[in-house]
């Protein structure tokens, strides 16, 4: 299904379509992240005031002198907490959550027309600091011709997830996952580029923190540092596994189980809809070789210490364990009435 918005109204993802959604907030503020390779401003939305947590010392060194408060001293503070959509471009699902959240938080209903009250409830509760950006990767999200996996296989010529994710090399064959990661920047490589990439073929999940290839990866470590959210989840969409929150590698002990405490959270108002749920288990073992990647989840956490984690949602795939449009978006009201509870935390 390339047009989900023409079956479904309210599935809105294309980058014109959440420009007007922001152009249309009034409690939200809208900023520019940076330019994406491709020439794209890619904007991002703030909730609540910004706190003040007496910055001392960059993380690191806080985390040197025995405490992350000399990095941001939360006592007392507003909680501060972000949500970044679409890193890979035909990962539409986190998009169209977020485009519902944003009506949600402006009008009180979602973009069906709906009250959620688990969701809006639990926002003015907690009155967050909230940063999201609704489409990370805009080169990707603008190059992909499908709103949607809906209905779509997993591997197709010429269309489908495998197609319009990681594209094709040079000869026309599929990339696939995960050796599309075996060439990276993949620009040079590809046939047809994927919606996994910006423009230059960087992977954003992938790039060198340390060194970032792409200004879209400086840009969203300068404001992560600049506003220290405890909690920052990456929106993707993982086939048709059951939606969950993976396990980040290369963290702390505690802020593994805060993830697992988030997913706990997710999970039960999950259940409560009759959702089938599927947490995974907290690890406490050396992952051994091949070493896990140290991905933009895990760099998010080294920038300023937050529970970090990366949300995989079902994307409806005409395969085995399907879930439907309305399902994908009332899991990611779950997920965020959960964030709003911060659910991260030991209850
Ligand atoms: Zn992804």
Avoid at 185 to 198: Q, R, S, T
Avoid at 241 to 261: A, C, F, I, R, W
Wanted: glycine share 10%; charged share 20%; with cysteine.
């Amino acid at each position: 299904m390339l047009n989900t918005k023409a079956t479904y109204p309210w599935w809105i993802t294309e980058p014109d379509d959440i420009a007007a959604i922001l152009a249309s907030c009034k409690r939200g503020e809208v900023h520019t992240l940076c330019t994406s390779a491709g020439g794209y401003e890619i904007p991002y939305i703030t909730y609540g005031e910004k706190e003040d947590y007496h910055r001392q010392a960059n993380y690191s060194s806080a985390c040197g002198a025995k405490h992350p408060k000399y990095y941001a001293d939360r006592e007392g503070k507003r909680r501060t907490i972000m949500i970044i959509g679409a890193t890979h471009g035909q990962e539409t699902e986190g998009v169209c959550g977020i485009a519902n959240l944003l009506t949600l938080l402006e009008t009180g209903v979602d973009l069906r027309g709906e009250a959620v009250p688990m969701v809006t409830e639990a926002f003015d509760a907690l009155q967050p600091r909230l940063i999201i950006v609704p489409i990370y990767n805009m080169d990707g999200r603008r190059r992909c011709p499908a709103d949607s996996m809906l209905g779509e296989p997993h591997d197709a010529d010429g269309y489908g997830l495998r197609y319009y994710g990681q594209g094709t090399w040079k000869d026309g064959t599929l990339c696939g996952w995960p050796q599309c990661k075996m060439i990276h920047p993949i620009k040079d490589a590809a046939g047809y580029l994927g919606a996994y990439y910006n423009d230059d073929g960087i992977n954003l999940m992938h790039d060198n923190f340390f060194a970032p290839m792409a200004e879209e990866t400086r840009a969203l470590m300068k404001l992560i540092d600049e506003e220290a959210p405890e909690c920052v989840i990456g929106l993707h969409g993982g086939s048709n596994s059951t939606n969950m929150l993976l396990q980040p590698d290369y963290v702390p002990q505690y802020t593994k189980e805060g993830v697992h405490n988030l997913a706990v959270a997710t999970a039960a108002l999950e259940a409560e809809r009759g959702y089938k749920t599927y947490v995974i288990p907290v690890k406490d073992t050396n992952p051994g070789f091949p070493p896990p990647s140290f991905n933009l989840t895990t760099a998010i956490h080294h920038i300023c210490g937050a529970v970090s984690s990366t949300y995989e949602s079902n994307e409806g795939l005409c395969e085995a364990n399907c879930f439907g449009a309305e399902e994908i978006l009332i899991r990611h009201y779950c997920l965020f009435a959960a964030l709003f509870r911060c659910g991260w935390e030991e209850k």
